[in-house]
T-cell receptor, first 116, second 118 residues
Framework: DTGVSQNPRHKITKRGQNVTFRCDPI?????LYWYRQTLGQGPEFLTY????????KSRLLSDRFSAERPKGSFSTLEIQRTEQGDSAMYLC??????????????FGSGTRLTVV | AQKVTQAQTEISVVEKEDVTLDCVYE???????LFWYKQPPSGELVFLIR??????QNEISGRYSWNFQKSTSSFNFTITASQVVDSAVYFC???????????????FGPGTRLSVLP
């Protein structure tokens, strides 16, 4: 169990630029989740994949956001035309059907995005 | 919709003191799951405990203990003899749905920042 890996750890971008984050889940986990955490708040759900299928999307995921998990392994989260309000920590989590019932999700360390 | 409240934004204690972190939740479901996570400065959320709504037995794990009271919709977390390494943000979370099926029904509270001073 090598943990959930997220890259990059930090990203500073200018407003209007596109950014892409990557998440590598624990290899045997077929479920992958993206959350957003703003300063002083708890994580908020963005989207969820089971294998390569995107099963749920939060209303927080505007048209500028897109997530993919092309082969059911790693996932990418892209934000187009970034805005200052997009500045946040983006957390990825993974789990399996069996594991989630007992342990919830396993989270990565997140990607901190700063839009200037 | 479900909601989790953690009224204590920040708590500071001196090492070896006991500290209780409060969590109050709202849900209309009769079956639900409650969690506590720890977020150290590194940012990674670390699972601490899960509790089912139908199991009100309190739990102790080393210096950690949890008090689940359905009558008051509370799931409080106590750290006994706190240590500097306990300094972190602690999140309480609630899931209404069967955990294996849903993502957006897993809701976090705003967190309590605990500082343990030497």
């Amino acid at each position: 169990d090598t943990g959930v890996s997220q890259n990059p750890r930090h990203k500073i971008t200018k407003r209007g630029q596109n950014v892409t984050f990557r998440c590598d889940p624990i290899s045997e986990h077929n479920r992958l989740y993206w959350y957003r955490q703003t300063l002083g708040q708890g994580p908020e759900f963005l989207t969820y994949f089971q294998n390569e299928a995107q099963l749920e999307k939060s209303r927080l995921l505007s048209d500028r956001f897109s997530a993919e998990r092309p082969k059911g392994s790693f996932s990418t989260l892209e934000i187009q035309r970034t805005e200052q309000g997009d500045s946040a920590m983006y957390l990825c989590a993974s789990s399996s059907k069996v594991r989630v019932a007992n342990y919830g999700y396993t989270f990565g360390s997140g990607t901190r995005l700063t839009v200037v | 919709a479900q909601k989790v409240t953690q009224a204590q934004t920040e708590i500071s204690v001196v090492e070896k003191e006991d500290v209780t972190l409060d969590c109050v939740y709202e849900t209309r479901d009769t079956t639900y799951y409650l969690f506590w996570y720890k977020q150290p400065p590194s940012g990674e959320l670390v699972f601490l405990i899960r509790r089912n709504s139908f199991d009100e037995q309190n739990e102790i794990s080393g210096r950690y203990s949890w008090n689940f009271q359905k009558s008051t919709s509370s799931f409080n977390f106590t750290i006994t003899a706190s240590q500097v390494v306990d300094s972190a943000v602690y999140f309480c979370a609630l899931s209404e749905a069967p955990l294996e099926n849903y993502g957006q029904n897993f809701v976090f509270g705003p967190g309590t920042r605990l500082s343990v001073l030497p």
